[in-house]
Nanobody, 117 residues
Framework: VQLVESGGGLVQPGGSLRLSCSAS????????MTWYRQPPGREREMVAT????????AYADSVEGRFTISRDNAKNMVDLQMNSLQLDDTGVYYC???????????WGQGTRVTVSS
């Protein structure tokens, strides 16, 4: 399993970023995909998850209504559109595949998001 996250950066509060995760080494279309983040000094937490076909999504309460997860099974990619970014959205963001409730592979290098004025 190889996961390459990209798209992070420095953004002001209220701004937007779009993260991308390029996946390989497994059958992408048979795995749910989840975005996680690890804020500074805190545990890694689930942000958003999307089903195999993309028709079911779920979000952490803290990002509901601001973030949108999507996937392209033809390109083996999952994106996270982040709008109305807040200071608490700062952290390193990771994607990870899940099948039958189990996480596949290991954590990638992540992509850092810094929300600061």
């Amino acid at each position: 399993v190889q996961l390459v996250e990209s798209g992070g950066g420095l953004v002001q509060p209220g701004g937007s970023l779009r993260l991308s995760c390029s996946a390989s080494g497994f059958t992408f279309s048979s795995a749910a995909m989840t975005w996680y983040r690890q804020p500074p000094g805190r545990e890694r937490e689930m942000v958003a998850t999307i089903s195999i076909t993309g028709d079911t999504t779920a979000y952490a309460d803290s990002v509901e209504g601001r973030f949108t997860i999507s996937r392209d099974n033809a390109k083996n990619m999952v994106d996270l559109q982040m709008n109305s970014l807040q200071l608490d959205d700062t952290g390193v963001y990771y994607c990870r595949p899940r099948r039958s409730g189990e996480l596949l592979g290991n954590w990638g290098q992540g992509t850092r998001v810094t929300v600061s004025s």
